[in-house]
Every structure is written in structure tokens, then in C-alpha cells.
């Protein structure tokens, strides 16, 4: 009896242990280089954060930013929920290929995904070529370096998250319940929306959050594939501390889109029950 307290008491140690690595981790990667930005966006008080303010370029950022990510929501809502319904009620072999090519997408570097579409969209690429060979245009349209472009990147980056949300909650759906509901006389169609498609909803809630406030902080897509022309607020941070050699006000941005995500969050986790819903997609997903 005392060997066993033994070893239980030596693995709580060892839990204790990693679960104090695990937060010594977190402290050196996230809370110091946050403090030091907080602190770089007070080195002259408030100023910064006024100058960061009354500046038209970064009010135009957010703007773009807001748009941006709430485009890209509904495109991967709209895109993610018919696949990750296939992948949820298709036959096993079917699912699993799915499941294998969106890996792949999920796995590939965001960077390569990003050039890709450069590779597609620029004035000779694929599009273009396309177009050209069978007669549709004469000259090459301009698709890339515009919002559209930066939208198709950003979707495509960003919808595995929504699918893998909504998958998990379909899963623990059972398809017994719509045809239930067909043997009451529902059709097709109205047992989907009646039942399926209310219940997926916690799952359909947390994939769209998630796209939305990673969409906000995204650099490289929009910097490869929107250009200048509409910048984010990524971009007007980077322009602040690598080009105007402007720390403060760069860290004043940070700190400004730091404060949008939390209160996003605090928004969604008040008035949409966000602990709920992403608790019930989690427990899903590891079933």
C-alpha cells in the first residue's frame, strides 16, 4: 500500500512538473515579449497611442481589416459546412480521403499556399493563360494586388478551422434524428434545417469565430496578395517598426488590436456563450 502511495505521489511530481515547464514556456513566449510591447506602447505615455489614432492609414487598416475578416468568415462558413457534411456523413472511405486532402491543405505551409495563388492569379499566371488561350480576354486582367485576391488567399488558408469545427460537432449528431424526422413527414430538406443544422450551429459558431479573429492579425497573404493598395493592420504595424522605425506607435497598434481581439472574445463569450461553444466542439472532437 505504501509503494503504491509511492508512485502515485512520484507522478503527481511528474505532471507537476511538466504542467510547470509547460508554464514557464508560455511565460518567456507570451507574457514577456507582451510586456515589453505594452511598455515600448507607454515609453511617452498616451502619445503613441494618439498618434496611432489620428492616423488615417491605420483607421483605413482597420477598416480593411474588419471587412477583410468578415468576408473571410462567411466564405469559409459557406465553403467549410457543405464539406465538412460530406466528410460527416459520407462512407468511411469517402470521409477519409476528405479528411486527407484537407490535412494536406491544413499541413502545407501558409507561406507556399500564399505564393501559389501568386503563381495563379498574377498577370501570367494560370488564370490568365487560360483566359487568353480561348479567347475570353486579349489582355490580362488584374487579379492580383486587389481585396479579391487577398480574400481567395485568406479563405483558403483559414477554412480547414471552420471545417474541422463543424466537423466535430456533426459527428456527435446521430443521422437517426433527421430520419426520424423524415418518418414524421419532414422532407429531406426540412429535416436538415429543422434539426441538423440548429444543432451544428455550436460547432458553425466557433469555426467562424476562430477564422475571424485569426483573419485580424494575418500579415503575410495580405502583404503577397494585396499589396499596399489596401493595407491591414498588420501591415500598418510593420510599416510603423520596420520602415518608419517607429516602435512605439507600432507597439501602439499591437496593443490596440490586442485589446479588439479581447474584447471580440469577451463580446462572444458573454452574448454567444463562447465557453459552451467551444467546449461542446472540443468534447466532439475527441470523441
Do not use: K
Not at 515547464?21 to 511617452?44: E, M, N, T, Y
Not at 489620428?54 to 465553403?79: D, E, M
Not at 477519409?96 to 505551409?109: C, D, H, Y
Not at 483566359?131 to 488558408?157: D, F, K, S, W, Y
Amino acid at each position: 500500500m505504501g509503494r503504491v502511495l509511492t508512485i502515485e505521489g512520484g507522478g503527481r511530481r511528474w505532471w507537476v512538473s511538466v504542467g510547470l515547464l509547460g508554464l514557464l514556456f508560455v511565460l518567456l513566449a507570451l507574457v514577456v515579449p507582451l510586456a515589453i510591447v505594452v511598455q515600448r506602447s507607454l515609453d511617452a505615455g498616451f502619445e503613441n497611442f494618439a498618434d496611432a489614432l489620428g492616423s488615417a492609414s491605420f483607421i483605413r487598416s482597420l477598416g480593411n481589416t474588419a471587412q477583410l475578416a468578415i468576408s473571410t468568415t462567411i466564405c469559409s462558413a459557406v465553403i467549410g459546412y457543405p464539406y465538412a457534411y460530406a466528410m460527416a456523413r459520407s462512407g468511411r472511405t469517402m470521409s477519409r480521403i476528405l479528411m486527407t486532402a484537407l490535412m494536406l491543405s491544413f499541413w502545407t505551409s501558409l507561406l507556399v499556399r500564399s505564393y501559389a495563388w501568386q503563381v495563379i492569379l498574377n498577370d501570367t499566371g494560370l488564370v490568365n493563360e487560360l483566359l487568353q488561350a480561348i479567347g475570353v480576354i486579349e489582355e490580362p486582367l488584374q487579379l492580383i494586388r486587389t481585396p479579391a485576391a487577398t480574400l481567395i488567399g485568406m479563405t483558403h488558408i483559414l477554412v480547414p478551422f471552420t471545417i474541422l469545427a463543424i466537423y466535430a460537432q456533426l459527428r456527435g449528431i446521430s443521422p437517426d434524428l433527421a430520419m426520424a424526422a423524415r418518418g414524421l413527414g419532414a422532407t429531406r430538406t426540412r429535416a436538415f434545417w429543422s434539426v441538423t443544422f440548429p444543432l451544428s450551429m455550436p460547432g458553425l459558431a466557433a469555426g467562424s469565430l476562430l477564422v475571424f479573429v485569426l483573419t485580424l492579425g494575418y500579415y503575410v497573404t495580405p502583404q503577397l496578395l494585396g499589396g499596399a493598395g489596401n493595407p491591414v493592420i498588420g501591415q500598418s504595424i510593420v510599416e510603423q517598426t520596420n520602415t518608419l522605425l517607429n516602435t512605439g506607435v507600432g507597439s501602439a497598434m499591437a496593443v490596440l488590436l490586442l485589446v479588439i481581439v479581447i474584447v471580440i472574445l469577451g463580446v462572444a463569450a458573454r452574448f454567444l456563450g463562447l465557453g459552451r461553444v467551444l467546449g461542446i466542439a472540443t468534447e466532439r472532437s475527441t470523441r
